[in-house]
């Protein structure tokens, strides 16, 4: 059992670091990629990587019930519209912005889970966590929540909006109906998938646009394709077999914290009463969630 605890503890901590820069990396790869064609590249090589693991394990795919159909769910709902969505958006709005209106997600997994996961009830300190840790998020990022450009800005804000819901949905429908599913299948096929349908919003709507390709560029695709997607929705559905959707999703708020420690470590960047309030504010939410979580536990 503890070695069990230290996996779960090692797999959130992992998927908090790596999703903790991907926001910026994006940025980076905007810079030379066009946004569908980004999403298009980095699911396919991701989808590749996945693929050969499977192979190699020789996992069997869509034996279960509803694999196929979750397969589609998540790839056109969690990584379709929710990662087209953001990247579009982040050509318009900050980062920061993307990365709260995103924390709204363990919002919209907390009210589904209350009536799709017997397990799972919405209790009154439950939800206050998990306001408390967006706000926290909020704090952080205040200054950046600001909309400058106009109408694109708010189209932007909008479409960024669409990600946390979506991918609500198709969490707590694989909580729900795929347990039994591989998570290199729950993850691996929906990338096949999701490459596929970028890659034809790519050539409909970016066919005019330039692609960069240089260090930069190629760095970042291939950080965002392997770490920031294969490997880490890989981890994120073997850990949705292991603890509640709910308490998994609150690594949304776990995940701006670690950006801004990063960007202290790495560049040059200071931690001001903004961000030590609001880094708080996430710790206190996150802890009060869980805790709330455990004491519904039967012991």
Request: aromatic share 10%; net charge positive.
């Amino acid at each position: 059992m503890a070695a069990g605890r230290t996996r779960i503890a090692l797999a959130i901590a992992t998927l908090t670091v790596i999703w903790g820069t991907t926001w910026a990396v994006i940025r980076i790869g905007l810079e030379g990629i066009p946004p569908f064609t980004g999403v298009a590249a980095r699911f396919a090589i991701a989808f590749l990587f996945l693929l050969a693991l499977i192979r190699q394990r020789k996992i069997p795919l869509g034996k279960q019930p509803h694999e196929v159909k979750l397969w589609f769910l998540n790839g056109l709902l969690a990584f379709c519209l929710t990662y087209g969505a953001v990247y579009w958006a982040e050509q318009h709005i900050t980062s920061g912005l993307a990365a709260v209106l995103f924390a709204t997600f363990p919002l919209f997994v907390a009210i589904l889970a209350h009536f799709l996961l017997p397990g799972e009830p919405l209790s009154f300190w439950k939800l206050t966590g998990t306001v408390l840790g967006f706000a926290g998020v909020a704090v952080i990022f205040s200054e950046d929540l600001t909309l400058v450009g106009g109408e694109k800005a708010y189209l932007a804000a909008g479409l960024a909006l669409l990600a946390p819901p979506a991918c609500a949905i198709t969490s707590v429908a694989i909580k729900r109906w795929g347990k039994a599913i591989h998570p290199l299948s729950i993850s691996g096929i929906p990338m096949g998938i999701t490459a596929g349908v970028m890659s034809a919003a790519a050539l409909a709507f970016e066919s005019d646009r330039t692609v960069v390709l240089n260090t930069k560029s190629i760095s970042a695709l291939l950080y965002l394709a392997v770490m920031g997607t294969a490997v880490t929705f890989s981890l994120y559905y073997w850990l949705l077999r292991q603890v509640s959707a709910t308490g998994l999703s609150l690594i949304a708020y776990m995940t701006p914290v670690v950006a801004v420690l990063v960007g202290t470590q790495f560049m040059d960047e200071t931690m001001t009463p903004r961000t030590w309030a609001g880094s708080g504010l996430v710790v206190a939410g996150v802890a009060l969630a869980s805790l709330a979580a455990r004491a519904r536990k039967p012991a």
